[in-house]
């Protein structure tokens, strides 16, 4: 039995991957955001292909998605950030629930790698986007009955 897509993302952050830009193939040799996204949702058994941020904002690739409102967020949607002006949507993650953060995006950043961190400030303030992978409506109908 396949892990789900967020036991998959759990066990990666705890492999601890550094970042490593275009990096997606496994936590040995490091992860990008988008990278650390894939690689879950591939061992999940999702049907997505290895693609950008921009490009699973856009939904390519199999990364079809329906955008909700920050309100009606659940675990396991994606983040979706603008960091760069010259990068729209250049930076993915994934909102995972915590307990003593409440509210975290797991992505990868430059300085910290996998990683968790509070979705407040900057993270909050940033965030253009947030979408559900159609692919996983399964699992979030489980969360919500």
Known sequence: MKKTFRDNLITILYREPRYVWGGASDEKTGL???GLIYLAAKRSGLPV??????????GEHGWA???????HRLECDLL???IQPTRPAGHVGVLISHPTLELAALHASKTKGAALAPLKGPLRQKLIAIH????????????TN
């Open 32 to 34: 990008d955001c988008s």
């Open 49 to 58: 292909s290895r693609t950008t941020a921009a490009s699973m904002y856009r």
């Open 65 to 71: 998605a329906t955008t909700i409102t920050f309100d």
């Open 80 to 82: 979706f950030w603008t």
């Open 132 to 143: 559900r992978l159609k692919c996983i409506g399964d699992q979030h109908e489980a969360q």
